[in-house]
Each structure stands twice: as C-alpha cells, then as structure tokens.
C-alpha cells in the first residue's frame, strides 16, 4: 500500500483524508502538515497512525511515496524541489507557482533525473487531457474567463464587475487562491492563457469558461462547480479530481478510461 503525506491540512485535504478512510483511495497516511498544527490535529483523529510533522525534513522522515500540497503557491515555493530531490513523488494543487520558469525548469530537471514524478491535477477544470493532446496540432488561442460569487473573490460588488484581464501568470500572483486552474491550463497547452477574472453576485458556482483554438479543433468548456462548503474559494470539483488522480496513482492494476 503507498505512503501519501500532506502538507495543508484545509478544504482538499479533508476530502482526501475522507476517500482514503472509504478505500477509495489505497494508501495510508504517514504524516500531515500545515501552518496552524490544530488544523492536522481534526485530520489526524481519522488517521491516528498519522503524525503531524513541525517542517518538511519530519514529513519526509515518515517515507511517504507520495507527497499532496493542497496549500499555498507558497509552500509549493518552500518545499516542491526538497520533496523532489528526496526522491518522492509529488501532487502540486497550487499550481500558480509553476508558471515561474525557473522553478518548473529545476522540478522538471531534478523529477526527471531521479524518474519522479509531479502531478498537477486537472482540479476545478475539465479536459485538460485534450488541451494536452491539441499541443501537436498547434494551439492559436488559449482563453479562461473565471467568473466567481464575489465573496469567493473577497470583494463586495452589487454587479458584474471585471477584476482582472491579462496573462495567467499575472493573474495567478494577483489571485492566488481563486485562479490556480489558469496555470494548470496553461502547463497542459505550453502556453500562457490570457485570463479574465469576473466577481458576479447573481451566480452561486465558480464558473470556469476555457477556449482553445487550434487546427485539429476548438473546444468550448464551461464548468459549473458548487464551492467548498469548507472553502468557498475553492471548487468542490478541485478536491474530487485530486481524489480521483490519487485513486489512479495508488490502485495496483486495472482497467482505466481517460488519459
Ligand atoms: N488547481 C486547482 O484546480 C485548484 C487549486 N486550489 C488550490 O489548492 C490549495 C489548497 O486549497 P484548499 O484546501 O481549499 O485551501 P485551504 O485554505 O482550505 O487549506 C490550505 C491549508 O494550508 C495551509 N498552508 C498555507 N500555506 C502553507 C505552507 N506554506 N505550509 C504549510 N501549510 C500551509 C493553510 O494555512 P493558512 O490558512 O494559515 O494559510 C491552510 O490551513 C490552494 O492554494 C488553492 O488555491 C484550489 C482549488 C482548485
Ligand atoms: O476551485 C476553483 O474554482 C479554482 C481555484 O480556486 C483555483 O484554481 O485556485
């Protein structure tokens, strides 16, 4: 059975910790780790055989197969390469972070090298496999129009109102808990998605709209989620992806659909 550690002990990880106590995930937990320890502590009740580590080097010392951040851009900055250069597979949820080339450059050399590998879920979004699959034939436009209840987005408008328009990196620093799929998108198409952030109050769901033009096709995806009930900024979808990537990882064999 693998040995899954996680760091950020919030709305994903508690989902995660819930479908392996179900079996739907096969792995044990080895250890947890966040930046308020009480947060492990809720976890750790369903997983006592769990510890909960103060820094990365304890969480290591557990020898976990596999490591979740379901955290911050910051704690993939702090701890993505050590996890990495340990040999441990790694699933990165704050994504932003990775558009900083010279971070993706030094994970993909060192992954590589040591035959890890470091899975970025398709998250909040949807076919990502076939936004990966269009990169043969060439990607002419990549779009993401994010549209959020505003206080999913922190902000008080009585109407629509246009928060952000430009590239995913920049919107990915200026928004770093509400636009991580920007960046997850734009890995899968090798290319910086131009980004539109939208607070509506009308809207109930973090609404995810992607366009990519390219030769073999156009795909219009439009994604509807209910938020976390522990985190409205975050898609109930985010952590059943994660879920669902971590099923394929951890299971011994079987037939699988989907790439
Ligand atoms: N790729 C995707 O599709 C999606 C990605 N996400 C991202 O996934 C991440 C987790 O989401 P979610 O579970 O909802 O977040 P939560 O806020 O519910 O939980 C994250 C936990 O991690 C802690 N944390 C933050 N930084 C660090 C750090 N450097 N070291 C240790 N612990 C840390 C937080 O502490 P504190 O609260 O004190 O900061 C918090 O307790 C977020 O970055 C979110 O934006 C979310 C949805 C979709
Ligand atoms: O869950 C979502 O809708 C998207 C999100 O928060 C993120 O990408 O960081």
């Known amino acids: 059975m693998k040995k899954l550690a996680l760091i950020g002990c919030g709305a994903i990880a508690s989902e995660i910790v819930e479908a392996v106590n179900q079996g739907v995930i096969e792995a044990e937990i080895t250890a947890f780790m966040d930046l308020a320890p009480e947060k492990c502590l809720r976890l750790q009740q369903l997983a006592p055989r ?3 580590a103060r820094n990365i080097e304890e969480l290591l010392e557990t020898r976990p197969d596999l490591v979740v951040e379901a955290a911050s851009q910051e704690a993939v900055r702090q701890y993505a390469l050590r996890v990495v250069e340990a040999g441990v597979d790694l699933v990165v949820l704050s994504a932003g972070a990775l558009l900083d080339k010279e971070l993706l450059e030094k994970l993909n050399r060192e992954a590589e090298q040591r035959g890890v590998h470091v899975y970025v879920p398709t998250g909040a979004l949807a076919g990502l496999d076939a ?3 269009l990169r043969r034939a060439g990607i002419r436009r990549l779009l993401l129009r994010t549209v959020k209840p505003p206080k999913s987005l922190g902000v008080e408008v009585n109407e629509p109102r246009v928060l952000y328009r430009g590239p995913a990196s920049e919107a990915v620093r200026l928004y770093p808990f509400n636009v991580n799929v920007a960046a997850a998108l734009s890995l899968a198409a090798g290319m910086e998605a131009e980004v539109e952030i939208v607070a509506d109050p009308r809207i109930e769901r973090n609404t995810h709209i992607v366009i990519v033009e390219s030769k073999a096709s ?8 209910v938020p976390s009930p522990r985190n409205p900024r975050t898609s109930l979808l985010a952590a059943l992806s994660t879920i669902e990537l971590l099923r ?9 659909v989907g790439s």
Do not use: C
Not at 218 to 225: A, G, M, P, Q, T
């Open 131 to 133: 936004v990966r699959a």
């Open 50 to 52: 769990a510890r909960i």
């Open 248 to 256: 394929r990882i951890t299971r011994s064999g079987g037939v699988e």
């Open 218 to 225: 156009r795909l219009e995806i439009r994604v509807e989620n």
